[in-house]
């Protein structure tokens, strides 16, 4: 299968890991900002993280340096419409972009604006390509639980008008999830629907507390239900749909190499999974890459594709309208 012409859909990427390296130098110079070289070969060894990387922290440290440049409104939208220009030149036809207003407050911004200017470029992409997308209000769990309660109240009046979830990402400790149950409650009632990361470094049980404390309809990663029996089943039994991202877990060492990752033997067993890049740079991505090593790696059928693609539908927190273009793709 030619994984760069088929239709794909993408519901676990992160802005700020995904910016062009030429990008990040050009505003860089423009605006005078330090950044260790202007030589783009040096910048992707800066943005790129190993394979062997040491944990999702080490991985982590390689989002100071495209931060810097997300610090304004025409900067934002350039840095999404040029995403959204990416996936749409590899034939994905809808993708949830997510990111951390907070992150980007150091220029005076505020949530607000910093919202409306990411929906800007998306929408500019919309405009100018086949491709369809939302955003995904992503609060960082190093950050207090007051701090997750701005996004949730800024960010709601864009529900309905490019904003869908909300999620918790950053750094994963244990029993992380209690400290957030209000906002995430709160989100809820608004209208938010909920993607967690949860079970990336070794911690199955934080996914059986996504899904029972905060109502997690999706987990990021969730690779390590493999090693807890209740997230397992309540994964399963509740079809809490697992945004695979098979590049990254073997940077961060969620796993140890490509054919010991969970994905295909979840799907063997009726867990619905979809396939991701997380951070288009910081991983060295694409999606067909990703779909390739996938199917290279456990010999997948087309029609498991078809599976993965339709589940991916169902799972995205797109309308109906959106949805049922997508199924014509395939």
């Given at each position: 299968m030619n994984f760069a012409t088929l239709p794909k859909i993408e519901l676990h990427?992160?802005?700020?890991?995904?910016?062009?390296?030429?990008?990040?130098?050009?505003?860089?110079?423009?605006?005078?900002?330090?950044?260790?070289?202007?030589?783009?070969?040096?910048?992707?060894?800066?943005?790129?993280?190993?394979?062997?990387?040491?944990?999702?922290?080490?991985?982590?440290?390689?989002?100071?340096?495209?931060?810097?440049?997300?610090?304004?409104?025409?900067?934002?939208?350039?840095?999404?419409?040029?995403?959204?220009?990416?996936?749409?030149?590899?034939?994905?036809?809808?993708?949830?972009?997510?990111?951390?207003?907070?992150?980007?407050?150091?220029?005076?911004?505020?949530?607000?604006?910093?919202?409306?200017?990411?929906?800007?470029?998306?929408?500019?992409?919309?405009?100018?390509?086949?491709?369809?997308g939302n955003i995904i209000l992503s609060c960082m769990r190093t950050m207090s639980a007051e701090s997750a309660f701005e996004v949730v109240e800024k960010g709601k009046n864009f529900l309905g008008k490019g904003v869908v979830a909300i999620d918790l990402c950053a750094s994963e400790e244990e029993g992380f999830c209690g400290k957030f149950v209000e906002p995430i409650a709160l989100a809820r009632e608004y209208g938010y629907r909920v993607t967690i990361h949860a079970g990336e470094t070794g911690i199955g049980k934080n996914v059986l507390e996504a899904v029972e404390l905060l109502g997690a309809e999706r987990i990021g990663h969730g690779v390590f239900i493999k090693d807890c029996d209740e997230a397992y089943t309540i994964v399963k039994e509740k079809q809490v749909v697992l945004e695979m991202c098979p590049t990254s877990n073997v940077q961060t060492k969620a796993v140890n190499q490509f054919s010991e990752h969970p994905i295909y033997q979840f799907h063997q067993d009726g867990i619905k999974v979809t396939v991701n890049t997380d951070n288009r740079t910081v991983s060295d991505t694409t999606m067909a890459n990703e779909c390739t090593i996938v199917f290279n790696e456990f010999k997948l059928s087309e029609e498991d594709y078809k599976q993965i693609y339709l589940n991916s539908i169902e799972a995205s927190f797109a309308d109906e309208k959106i949805k049922d273009q997508l199924r014509k793709y395939i």
């Amino acid at each position: 299968m030619n994984f760069a012409t088929l239709p794909k859909i993408e519901l676990h990427c992160h802005l700020d890991g995904s910016l062009r390296p030429a990008t990040i130098i050009d505003i860089a110079r423009k605006e005078g900002i330090s950044i260790p070289s202007y030589n783009i070969e040096e910048i992707q060894r800066e943005l790129i993280a190993p394979i062997d990387c040491e944990s999702l922290d080490e991985y982590l440290e390689k989002f100071a340096l495209p931060n810097l440049v997300m610090q304004s409104k025409e900067n934002l939208r350039r840095i999404t419409f040029e995403l959204f220009e990416d996936a749409a030149r590899e034939n994905v036809k809808y993708m949830e972009v997510r990111f951390a207003p907070l992150l980007h407050t150091a220029g005076g911004l505020d949530v607000v604006e910093i919202i409306q200017s990411v929906l800007d470029g998306m929408k500019d992409a919309e405009a100018g390509y086949d491709i369809k997308g939302n955003i995904i209000l992503s609060c960082m769990r190093t950050m207090s639980a007051e701090s997750a309660f701005e996004v949730v109240e800024k960010g709601k009046n864009f529900l309905g008008k490019g904003v869908v979830a909300i999620d918790l990402c950053a750094s994963e400790e244990e029993g992380f999830c209690g400290k957030f149950v209000e906002p995430i409650a709160l989100a809820r009632e608004y209208g938010y629907r909920v993607t967690i990361h949860a079970g990336e470094t070794g911690i199955g049980k934080n996914v059986l507390e996504a899904v029972e404390l905060l109502g997690a309809e999706r987990i990021g990663h969730g690779v390590f239900i493999k090693d807890c029996d209740e997230a397992y089943t309540i994964v399963k039994e509740k079809q809490v749909v697992l945004e695979m991202c098979p590049t990254s877990n073997v940077q961060t060492k969620a796993v140890n190499q490509f054919s010991e990752h969970p994905i295909y033997q979840f799907h063997q067993d009726g867990i619905k999974v979809t396939v991701n890049t997380d951070n288009r740079t910081v991983s060295d991505t694409t999606m067909a890459n990703e779909c390739t090593i996938v199917f290279n790696e456990f010999k997948l059928s087309e029609e498991d594709y078809k599976q993965i693609y339709l589940n991916s539908i169902e799972a995205s927190f797109a309308d109906e309208k959106i949805k049922d273009q997508l199924r014509k793709y395939i």
